[in-house]
Each structure stands twice: as C-alpha cells, then as structure tokens.
C-alpha cells in the first residue's frame, strides 16, 4: 500500500478537481437531441433551418407573438405552408427567408407543398 505525501496528494485532488469540472461543463453544454423542440422562452424570434430536404428543428414551441423565420439552405427550392394555410411562403430559393409571427395560441403543422414528406410543427402557447 502506497503512502500518501502532500505533494501526490495535491496531484491527485487538482487531477481529480479537474476532471469534476470538465465532466460537470461538458453535461451543462449539452445541445437538445435533433427534432426536440428548441424554442426561447418567451417571445421573441425563433428560427428554423431548411438543409437536405428537412425542417430542423422539426417541432418548435414558441410563445404567442413570436417571429418565426425559415431558411432554405438547401440548393433546390422549398415552400414553408401551414395546413390550414394560416401561413404560406412563395418558392424559396438558396438563402431565402420566410417569416411569420406566431399570434394565435395552437398547434400548426406544415409542409413543403413541393416536397410534401418535409414537415414540421409549430406549438405556439
């Protein structure tokens, strides 16, 4: 059994130190799995990415009066359309933009009326 000096007891606490912060910043920088909900909040602006033929994230929660902005990333046109047609975009091309500020308490899916298995959800309380 080895005995324990001060100066490889010091070793051990700052090795041992650490390691706990680098475990505890690593666990706090955690980013929601893909496809969760990420939303702020409360109102303000939400964004969603449109990249290989997909909404990312693909269900958002929101706050009532929040600004909700879509971006085609992709190199092929997308739509951004509610279906109730409480929103609807014109055919985005790369780097367009569609916003829509989400005013109404409810649940609203969409879809890319060109490619309609892309779809997406917007709860907004």
Same mark, same amino acid.
């Given at each position: @059994?080895?005995?324990? *000096?001060?100066? *490889?007891?010091?070793?051990? $606490?700052?090795?041992?130190?650490?390691?706990?912060?680098?475990? #505890?910043?690593?666990?706090?920088?955690? !980013?929601?799995?893909? =496809?969760?909900?990420a939303a702020p909040a409360s109102a =303000?602006? /939400?964004e969603v990415q449109i990249d290989n033929?997909?909404?990312?994230?693909? !269900?958002?929660? +929101?706050? /009532?009066? #929040?600004?909700? *902005?879509?971006?085609?990333? $992709? $190199?092929?046109?997308? &739509? +951004? +359309?509610? $279906?109730?047609? #409480?929103?609807?975009?014109?055919?985005?091309? #790369?780097?367009?933009?569609? &916003?829509? *500020?989400?005013?109404?308490?409810?649940?609203?899916?969409?879809?890319?009326?060109?490619?309609?298995? @892309? &779809?997406?959800? +917007?709860?907004?309380?």
């Open positions: @059994m080895a005995i324990r *000096t001060s100066e *490889t007891g010091r070793r051990i $606490d700052w090795i041992f130190y650490l390691a706990s912060w680098a475990l #505890t910043a690593l666990i706090s920088l955690q !980013a929601p799995p893909p =496809g969760v909900a =303000g602006k /939400a033929f997909s909404f990312s994230p693909t !269900a958002l929660r +929101v706050k /009532a009066g #929040t600004q909700i *902005t879509w971006t085609n990333g $992709d $190199d092929i046109p997308h &739509t +951004v +359309v509610s $279906d109730g047609h #409480t929103f609807k975009s014109k055919v985005l091309g #790369t780097g367009e933009k569609f &916003t829509f *500020t989400a005013a109404k308490p409810g649940t609203y899916s969409y879809s890319c009326s060109i490619h309609p298995n @892309m &779809t997406g959800k +917007v709860v907004v309380e």
